[in-house]
Nanobody, 126 residues
């Protein structure tokens, strides 16, 4: 069973930046696609970004494209989310997740992700 621990959230002013980290343990990290999702109270969890197990393919939600960058360091069992030009509407709890199948094509669908971290709060003030 994989364990995921996110960090790096906090309070930032609009236009600022944060970098989220997610460290994985418990199974081989490098053969699974990884994703970041976010959720606000009363809303469903939504896709933010995903990266393939090799790190060569990335996908982004339209709302963050051009502002957020997902990356991974397989030697450190870590996936990152660099968030620039933050907006108040980016305020949410951010979760990292690992895809269910090894060596699979990167997915943007929440149903394809089977293990989740506890989340880290990101608050963007206007």
């Amino acid at each position: 069973q994989v364990q995921l621990v996110e960090s790096g959230g906090g309070l930032v002013q609009a236009g600022g930046s944060l970098r989220l980290s997610c460290v994985a343990s418990g199974r081989t990290f490098s053969i699974y696609g990884m994703g970041w999702f976010r959720q606000t109270p009363g809303k469903e969890r939504e896709f933010v970004a995903a990266v393939s197990w090799r790190g060569s393919t990335t996908y982004y939600a339209d709302s963050v494209k051009g502002r957020f960058t997902i990356s991974r360091d397989n030697a450190k069992n870590t996936v990152y989310l660099q968030m620039n030009s933050l907006k108040p509407e980016d305020t949410a709890v951010y979760y990292c997740a690992t895809q269910r199948g090894a060596y699979g094509q990167v997915s943007t669908r929440i149903v394809d992700f089977g293990s989740w971290g506890q989340g880290t709060q990101v608050t963007v003030s206007s």
